[in-house]
């Protein structure tokens, strides 16, 4: 019994030593290929070039409020240098969804719609929507939706009310998305379903005047 046992464990002494035998040679053979230096080197320029993408996102998004509280005048301007910011941040990270919106908001204040719904194509896209949590991608959702409906382009109808469903179910509380999904089904002769949204809207935001005037609406006509 005594001899089992010690044959066991020279048995089990055997194996960890070739374990450890096994990964000083891995080791030996990455650090002699400079492997653990080149990870080290090629982590430490992702950190940096995500802090600079981020230093540019701030500094858009401080340009962007800006031009919202200033003179028309001046705001174009500051949207622009916005824009460019959010420019650079995507060029250094393009996974993150935040710098698209950034830019997005900027070519919103500057007028350009068409311009604008790419960006939010962009952020919403499976390269970057991974970095927006739910309730901000049911607002980017809401936010394409607006567009393609100020657009009136053809299929931008079908298209918003798809962005608008998945909204709602993304960020439940947004009395303002349910309101418009409730006016796109109105828009398409579903009124059961547009009474629906206004309740559920009701139900969010209870002083809601948009979606109680529609319910009264639907209820007399």
Not at 73 to 94: F, G, R, V
Not at 150 to 170: F, I, M, R, Y
């Amino acid at each position: 019994m005594v001899t089992e046992l010690s044959e066991k464990e020279a048995m089990i002494r055997d194996v960890a030593l070739q374990i450890v035998l096994f990964l000083l040679m891995i080791f030996m053979y990455l650090a002699m290929h400079g492997i653990p230096q080149k990870l080290f080197a090629k982590l430490r320029f992702r950190n940096r070039t995500s802090l600079r993408a981020k230093r540019h996102f701030v500094k858009g998004a401080q340009l962007l409020d800006q031009a919202r509280r200033t003179t028309p005048s001046n705001s174009t301007s500051l949207a622009k240098q916005a824009e460019a910011e959010a420019d650079q941040a995507i060029a250094l990270d393009p996974k993150d969804a935040a710098s698209y919106l950034l830019k997005a908001m900027a070519l919103i204040l500057q007028g350009f719609r068409t311009s604008a719904l790419d960006a939010l194509d962009a952020a919403l896209s499976p390269l970057a929507a991974k970095s927006l949590a739910d309730a901000e991608r049911g607002d980017a959702l809401l936010k394409r939706a607006e567009l393609k409906i100020a657009l009136n382009q053809p299929g931008h109808v079908d298209s918003a009310l798809a962005d608008l469903t998945e909204s709602v179910k993304l960020s439940p509380k947004n009395a303002k998305a349910w309101c418009m999904l409730g006016e796109c089904y109105e828009g398409n002769k579903m009124e059961e379903e547009a009474i629906k949204a206004y309740k559920e809207a009701l139900e969010v935001e209870p002083r809601l005047s948009l979606a109680q005037d529609a319910l009264n609406r639907l209820a007399s006509s």
